[in-house]
Every structure is written in structure tokens, then in C-alpha cells.
């Protein structure tokens, strides 16, 4: 089920790998050195190389090798000699951010909080990702935790970056076949389809869901990319009488097998009788609200 809601500790990174020592440790294998004086050439300049840049250095050096001594000799001083300057040296100390990105505002209209923000802070949400200029929630408990619920039980999920694209108006069947390679022609209003958009040359640029509203109105429910500039664009440059915008609306998501029980207490036993890929309006709590039977599997 989807609903379509009309919405009224410091960071650290990690020390540079950059280090002069590696310097000599790649003399030392251009020179094809080995014995001791490979194992000190080693042992000097891996000394201050953090754990990664020596992984990294060993792996490209493997890659690449310049001298036509045995490999397996000088691979392995080199690693015998990463050993031994790891036993000795502490782990590099992470530094703080700088002031610049600390006075940063990443709370800024860039990124846009959805309605159902709070609610997910107040729920334990571990982190975000930008998806549609907004914030997308991306985890509360552990995966494996979340897969049981989703498996088992039922799942509530802020989509609200999934952003609509509206199409109203005389002309907003003919610019939805122009964005999209299905016929949409023979839809009724309440009913969904998935329908990819493509660009001139077929390439995939969304795969959005569309909602028939009415005879001259659809959403188009999207993925992660600017569709709003490119349907515009479209609308502009072949004059048509269609009016694209964004409108109001928070998608929020209830997936699972427990998922139909949830909305038959919430709406009614009514919910059972939902078609796949078609919706209806309802009300919640005052709230005005599209409810949508979508997705795979059973589970509704």
C-alpha cells in the first residue's frame, strides 16, 4: 500500500594517506632491491603509511612490477615489513572537519526535510540520503531487523522524496505519451501504470508510477532525477495546454504481509477490494489522502 498525503557527536575524517615515506618504499621496488637493503628501504618508508595506503600501495605495486628479481622475494619483505611498522605504530588520529563545512548550513532548502521529518527523528532514524533534493530516510534498526519486519510484519516508510509531477490540463494526455513510451490512452481515472521515461534516444531517464486523477490530470510519481525541468521543457517547446507542476504530496509507504490488516482498520474492509496499480481517495483523521495498491509479491 502507498498513501499520497497532501501535506498542509562531531564528524571526523580520516588522516590523509599522502605520505613521503612511499616515496622510498617504490624506489626500493623500482630498484628491484633485495635482503636487507630492500627490507630497510621497506622498513623506513612504510613506517609512517597508515594500514589503507600500505594495502593499497601492495596491491598496485602486484599490478605493476618493474624489476626482474622475483616477486615473491620482494613481496614478501614488503609485507613482512608492513607487519612489523603496524606492531609499532598507533592508529592514525582522526581530525576534525574543518570550521568551513561546520559553519555549513546543510539544513538549507538544498535539501529539503519532508512532513514526516520529526517523526522519523523521533523514531530512531540512523541517517539520510539526498534523493530528489530531499532527505530521505535510509534506516532505523539493522538491515537484517528491517527484512524480518518486511518479511513478517509491516513496514512503515517515509517516500516522501518520491515527488509527483503533475500533468493538468486539455493537452496532459498527449504531453504523458510524449514523456513516456506506453499508451496511456486507455486508462481510467483511479487507475496506475509503470511507465519508464525515456529521453530522444530511448535511454532510460525515470521509472516512474502514473496516476490517472481525472480525464486531463496525472501524477507522475518519480524516481531520483529533475523530471519536473524535462516534462516543462517539453511542454514549453511544442506549445501545448498543459500546466506541469509540483504539487503538494508525501508519499508514505506500508509494505508487508500485515500491511493489508493495518489498512483494513485504519479505512474499512473496503481496502481488501483494491485493485493492483489502482487507488482511491480517502480521508484519515481529516487528513485528504490518495491510497494506492502498489508494488510486487503478495503482500499488499
Known amino acids: 500500500m502507498a ?19 612511499a616515496v ?8 628491484g632491491s633485495t635482503g636487507s637493503a630492500a627490507s630497510d628501504a621497506v622498513k623506513r618508508g612504510i613506517s609512517g603509511l597508515t594500514e589503507s595506503t600500505q ?15 622475483s616477486d615473491d622475494d620482494v613481496f614478501e619483505e614488503c609485507y613482512a615489513a608492513c607487519a612489523e611498522a603496524e606492531k609499532k605504530q598507533p592508529s592514525p588520529r582522526p581530525k576534525a572537519l574543518p570550521d568551513c563545512l561546520l559553519r555549513t548550513n546543510f539544513s538549507a532548502l538544498r535539501f529539503r526535510k519532508s512532513c514526516y521529518f520529526d517523526a522519523t527523528v523521533r523514531w ?44 493538468a ?4 494526455l498527449k504531453l504523458a505519451e510524449m514523456v513516456t513510451p506506453r499508451p496511456l490512452g486507455t486508462m481510467k481515472a483511479g487507475e ?34 529533475d523530471i519536473l525541468l524535462w516534462i516543462k521543457g517539453l511542454a514549453i517547446a511544442h506549445r501545448l ?9 508525501s508519499p508514505l509507504a506500508v509494505q508487508g504481509p500485515k500491511s493489508l490488516a493495518l489498512m483494513h ?3 474499512g474492509a473496503w481496502v481488501e477490494e483494491l485493485k493492483f496499480y489502482h487507488f482511491k481517495a480517502v480521508e484519515l483523521d481529516g487528513i485528504p489522502m490518495l491510497l494506492a495498491r502498489r508494488g510486487g509479491g503478495a503482500a499488499r
Open 3 to 21: 498513501t499520497f498525503q497532501f501535506q498542509p557527536e562531531d564528524r571526523v575524517v580520516a588522516e590523509s594517506d599522502l605520505h613521503p615515506g
Open 24 to 31: 622510498e618504499v617504490e624506489e626500493a621496488m623500482k630498484r
Open 55 to 69: 594495502s593499497n600501495w601492495a596491491a598496485e605495486s602486484m599490478l605493476s612490477p618493474t624489476s626482474d628479481h
Open 124 to 167: 530512531g532514524v540512523q541517517g539520510f540520503t539526498p534523493y530528489n533534493h530531499m532527505l530521505l530516510p535510509i534506516g532505523f534498526t539493522s538491515p537484517e531487523e528491517e527484512y524480518r519486519s518486511l518479511c513478517n510484519d509491516v513496514c512503515l516508510w517515509d517516500v516522501a522524496a518520491e515527488r509527483q509531477v503533475e500533468l
Open 169 to 172: 490540463g486539455a493537452d496532459a
Open 192 to 225: 496506475a501504470r509503470y511507465a519508464m521515461i525515456t529521453d530522444e534516444a530511448g535511454m532510460v531517464l525515470n521509472d516512474p508510477v502514473v496516476l490517472k486523477l481525472a480525464e486531463d490530470r496525472y501524477w507522475f510519481s518519480l524516481a531520483d532525477s
Open 241 to 249: 495546454d498543459v500546466c506541469v507542476t509540483e504539487p503538494a504530496v
Open 265 to 267: 482498520d485504519l479505512f
